[in-house]
């Protein structure tokens, strides 16, 4: 599996940004997709997942500012980012968990939001 995610950028808080992760080299329709965050000096954190069907899952950080989607057909998934706050500067990631897997497996390289206040 490969992963490659872009979109990251510099933007003011209350700004938004959109992250995008082409998916490629398996099935996609045989993995849940996830954004995680890693802020400077700070453990990598989960920010959001979305399965097949389009269930979502989000952080309580980011509920209500993050959307995750998917596109089946095209293998990509994003992250919209609305009312960016300073404290969601950070990497990230997207990553990819084979269904009855209990961890994602395959990260892509990151990518750099930085929220300005």
């Known amino acids: 599996v490969q992963l490659q995610a872009s979109g990251g950028g510099l933007v003011q808080a209350g700004g938004s940004l959109r992250l995008s992760c082409a998916f490629s080299?398996?099935?996609?329709?045989?993995?849940?997709m996830g954004w995680f965050r890693q802020a400077p000096e700070k453990e990598r954190e989960f920010v959001a997942r979305i399965g097949w069907t389009g269930s979502t899952t989000y952080s309580d950080s980011v509920q209500g500012r993050f959307t995750i989607s998917r596109d089946n057909a095209k293998g990509t998934v994003d992250l919209q980012m609305n009312i960016l706050k300073p404290e969601d500067t950070a990497v990230y990631f997207c990553?990819?968990?084979?269904?009855?897997?209990?961890?994602?497996?395959?990260w892509g390289q990151g990518t750099l939001v930085t929220v300005s206040s």
């Open positions: 990553a990819a968990k084979l269904y009855g897997r209990s961890t994602y497996e395959h």
């Open positions: 080299g398996r099935t996609f329709s045989n993995y849940q």
